[in-house]
C-alpha cells in the first residue's frame, strides 16, 4: 500500500446520475499482484461493477480507468498510473457508454414492474452486457403478453415520468411494496419510476423516463420454467434498428421489390430454392441410377464412384442400390469436400466395420457405423482410394 485515509467515498453518481466530470481527492494507492494500481478516492462518479451492470469506464487525469470494483464498501478504480495520497484527480466518464447502459437499466425496471403488476411475474435475473441486455422471469408469457408488455413499457418511457432513488428509513422501507431479489434491511436505495415501479437498486438511472427513447423486446426464450428476455433500449435499440433496416433495403433493391413486400419476396424465394433443390435431387437420383447401369465392378468385385456434388441422401441410395449389383463386393460412393471425400460404403456380404477403421487409419478419415453400412469422411485423394481398395 502507498498509503491511506479513512474518509468514506461519497458516490456522486446517486446523487446526479450525469454527472460525468468531477474532481476528488485520492484516500489511498494500491499496487496491485497483477500489475496497475488501485485508487481510492473520497468522492467518484464512476459506478462500480453491480447489480448485474459492468463498471463505468473513463480516465483519472488522463489515465484509462480499466474496471472499477466495490469490495468491503471501499471503491477501487483500477489503473495503470500511480497517484500520490491527498492528491487531487479529475475524472472524466465515458459519458455515452454510461448514458446508454442508463437508458437499458431503467428500461429493465419498467419491464419488470410492468410484468409484476400484470402477471404476479418476478424478475429472476438480469444481465447488462457489453451489447445488449437480458432478463429472466420465474413464468412464462405469451407471444400476445410480450407484445402486451412492449406496448405498456414504451407507453411508460413516452409519458416522460420520473425516476428518482432515496434511502427510506426503517419505518418507511417496512410499509413500502417494492421489488427486491434478496431481503434487505439497511441502506436500501429504492429507485422509482412513478406509476410503474419501485425496486431496491444501487445503479444509476435516467432522470425521466423519455430519456430512454424506446423500449424493444427482441427475443424471448422458455428458460429454467419461466422465460428470458433480450432487450435493447435507447441507442442500442436505434442501432439495432438501422442494421435491420439496412438488411432489409439490401434485400428490396436485389430484388427489385418495395420493402414492405420483403418477406412476401424472401417466402417465394425459399419455396423456389425448396423447389430447385427438390428437382435437383431427383435428376441427381436419376443420373445416380444411369451410373450404376454402366458400372462395371473392379477386379475385386467392388464399384466405387467419385462425385464432386451430391446430396447425402441420394448418395447412401447409390451406395445402398450398388451394393445389390455387387453382392461378393463392397458399394463406395465418395463425394469431393475441401480436404478430400465424404463416403458411404455399403455391402451385402463383407463386414465392413473392421474396414471402416483401416479406412480411418490408412486414408486419415473419420467415421464408422455396422458391418452392413459405414459413413465418414477421408482426407486423402481418388488414387489413394483406389489403391486401398484394390487391396480389399
Not at 52 to 68: I, P
Not at 129 to 142: A, V
Amino acid at each position: 500500500m502507498i498509503g491511506k485515509t479513512q474518509t468514506a467515498t461519497q458516490k456522486l453518481y446517486e446523487i446526479d446520475s450525469e454527472l460525468y466530470e468531477f474532481d476528488a481527492r485520492v484516500l489511498a494507492c494500491e499496487v496491485m499482484d497483477q500489475g496497475g494500481y488501485a485508487v481510492e478516492l473520497d468522492r467518484t462518479a464512476f459506478f462500480p461493477e453491480g447489480g448485474g451492470q459492468y463498471a463505468d469506464r473513463g480516465t483519472l487525469n488522463g489515465a484509462t480507468v480499466r474496471d472499477v470494483q466495490i469490495k468491503d464498501d471501499n471503491i477501487w478504480h483500477y489503473t495503470d498510473v500511480a497517484f500520490a495520497v491527498d492528491s487531487t484527480v479529475h475524472g472524466v466518464l465515458d459519458a455515452e457508454e454510461r448514458f446508454v447502459r442508463m437508458q437499458n437499466h431503467s428500461g429493465e425496471h419498467i419491464l419488470s414492474g410492468i410484468a409484476h403488476a400484470k402477471w404476479g411475474l418476478e424478475n429472476v435475473g438480469f444481465h447488462l452486457g457489453e451489447r445488449e441486455m437480458t432478463m429472466d422471469f420465474d413464468g412464462e408469457l405469451t407471444d400476445e403478453q410480450l407484445c402486451e408488455l412492449e406496448r405498456c413499457a414504451n407507453r411508460a418511457v413516452w409519458n416522460n415520468t420520473a425516476i428518482y432513488a432515496e434511502y427510506p428509513d426503517a419505518k418507511t422501507l417496512a410499509e413500502l411494496p417494492y421489488r427486491s431479489k434478496l431481503a434487505l434491511v439497511d441502506n436500501v436505495r429504492i429507485v422509482t419510476i412513478e406509476g410503474v415501479d419501485a425496486c431496491a437498486c444501487c445503479a444509476p438511472h435516467v432522470k425521466r423516463t423519455g430519456e430512454i427513447g424506446v423500449i424493444k423486446i427482441v427475443s424471448a426464450i422458455h428458460h429454467k420454467g419461466g422465460m428470458r428476455l433480450w432487450v435493447l433500449c435507447g441507442s442500442w435499440a436505434l442501432e439495432d434498428y438501422t442494421s435491420k433496416h439496412e438488411d432489409i433495403l439490401t434485400i428490396t433493391r436485389r430484388q427489385s421489390v418495395k420493402p414492405w413486400q420483403a418477406v412476401e419476396t424472401v417466402e417465394k424465394l425459399a419455396d423456389d430454392l425448396l423447389a430447385t433443390r427438390a428437382a435437383l435431387s431427383a435428376a441427381r437420383r436419376e443420373l445416380s441410377e444411369v451410373k450404376l447401369a454402366a458400372a462395371t465392378p473392379d477386379e475385386q468385385g467392388n464399384l466405387l464412384f467419385f462425385e464432386q456434388e451430391m446430396d447425402a441422401n441420394v448418395q447412401r441410395g447409390m451406395a445402398d442400390r450398388g451394393a445389390d449389383r455387387v453382392t461378393d463386393g463392397i458399394c463406395g460412393v465418395f463425394c469431393a469436400t475441401e480436404n478430400g471425400y465424404r463416403y458411404v460404403c455399403v455391402s451385402r456380404s463383407k463386414p465392413l466395420r473392421t474396414l471402416g477403421k483401416q479406412m480411418n487409419t490408412d486414408l486419415n478419415g473419420r467415421g464408422g457405423g455396422s458391418d452392413a453400412m459405414i459413413q465418414g469422411t477421408l482426407g486423402a485423394t481418388k488414387e489413394q482410394i483406389e489403391a486401398f481398395f484394390a487391396q480389399q
